[in-house]
């Protein structure tokens, strides 16, 4: 049976890997080792008093404040939007900005600070530097903070409807294989009290006249059971096992039509491992023996033969009979039956056709080999 799918279970959430401990190990990374790096520049620059050119003070106040506030943005927001964004998905681009106000405010000053233990931001201009530092804080932190935070949502909405349509496909092609599996067993339900009933007559003609053979019939007939169970239970069954069954209940009507019912069967050896529906060939020979051998005196003789050709089985049923036509075939009919099987096995692959080949009849039944 098809293992449950959980959707949820099966996307990865917004900032984080598919893995828990994966996503926390890089998170901590993340945080390490940029602070660690900012805090060796700070005590190098700290303790040696190091003079930095314009363009070296620059470089390292960008780096302070990026550091002290895309770090901790990056991480409240991966928490933020972890926990909220489905419980108010309208609402959590407010918790974003006003998340990242927060961090950009508390890193600006923490960067403040920091700049003005190290030297580069002058005693009593602290103040100073932060309010020319805070509106380009604010400004970058909402608009790079807001636009990963709407990308990554909507990446994330992109995976949950992809998954979900996948979904429902595989939902939906195992509604289809149950479905089919429950008309082919519908079907094969009603080949089974036909068949049988048609077997159970043969017998009651044998008992008054050849006990002995009535007595051989029932074995044959338990066999025909047997195989009709296994048939319930799988879609194919090899051409062996059908052409056992064939022999049996050809012997079993030979019983009661005696020399009218004549037959020979020349299927290749290297045929009898392949998968056929099971009941298919026997009800084509059911079909000759109950609508040709009954219903003329002088009988007919039954040929069935096989071959494979370009990939496909091919299985051929002919007798002397007058022949008929597919088109009046009805649906509760034995090929009817067949034919509703064969779509539901093989779809348009599989065939089931009549023809006139020198004065015989032929069925002939196709499927890929």
């Not at 909402?142 to 979904?167: C, D, H, N, P, W």
């Not at 048609?198 to 002995?212: E, F, G, K, V």
């Not at 494979?308 to 089985?313: D, M, P, V």
């Not at 006139?356 to 196709?366: I, K």
């Given at each position: 049976m098809?293992?449950?799918i ?42 040696g ?17 990026a550091?002290?506030?895309?770090l ?27 998340v ?13 600070l ?90 009651a ?7 002995q ?41 030979k ?8 037959y ?23 079909n ?12 007919a ?36 039956n ?32």
């Amino acid at each position: 049976m098809m293992s449950e799918i959980n959707p949820v279970a099966a996307l990865p959430s917004v900032g984080r890997s598919q893995s828990p401990r994966f996503t926390a190990i890089i998170l901590k990374l993340l945080w390490i080792v940029p602070a660690v790096a900012l805090l060796c520049l700070a005590i190098f620059l700290s303790i040696g008093r190091t003079k930095l050119s314009e363009s070296g003070a620059e470089l390292v106040v960008t780096f302070v404040y990026a550091a002290l506030i895309s770090l901790p943005s990056a991480l409240l927001l991966t928490k933020v939007s972890h926990r909220y964004s489905e419980r108010f998905p309208r609402f959590v681009i407010v918790l974003d900005a006003v998340v990242l106000l927060g961090t950009a405010t508390c890193g600006t000053l923490a960067g403040g600070l920091l700049l003005l233990w190290i030297g580069i931001v002058p005693r009593g201009e602290y103040w100073r530097e932060f309010r020319s530092a805070y509106p380009v804080s604010i400004v970058i932190s909402l608009m790079v903070g807001l636009g990963i935070t709407s990308f990554e949502t909507l990446r994330y909405k992109l995976q949950a409807a992809t998954l979900e349509l996948r979904t429902r496909q595989v939902e939906q092609e195992r509604a289809y294989k149950l479905l089919a599996e429950a008309r082919l067993s519908s079907l094969e339900s009603r080949i089974h009290p036909h068949f049988l009933f048609n077997t159970l007559n043969s017998i009651a003609a044998l008992i008054p006249r050849d006990p002995q053979l009535a007595e051989d019939t029932v074995g044959k007939l338990a066999s025909l059971l047997r195989f009709s169970l296994y048939a319930n239970q799988s879609g194919l069954a090899p051409l062996s096992q059908e052409l056992k069954i064939v022999r049996d209940y050809l012997e079993i009507e030979k019983t009661r039509f005696g020399p009218r019912l004549r037959y020979e069967i020349a299927i290749p050896e290297a045929l009898q491992d392949a998968n056929v529906p099971p009941l298919a060939l026997q009800s084509l020979v059911e079909n000759s023996v109950k609508h040709v051998v009954s219903e003329r005196s002088q009988g007919a003789t039954i040929q069935i033969n096989g071959s494979e050709e370009a990939g496909r089985i091919l299985l051929e049923v002919s007798d002397d009979g007058p022949g008929f036509s597919l088109d009046a075939i009805t649906p509760e009919h034995g090929l009817g039956n067949l034919i509703a099987r064969l779509d539901i096995l093989f779809g348009s692959d599989g065939r089931l056709e009549v023809a006139r080949v020198n004065e015989r009849t032929v069925v002939r039944l196709s499927f890929p080999a």
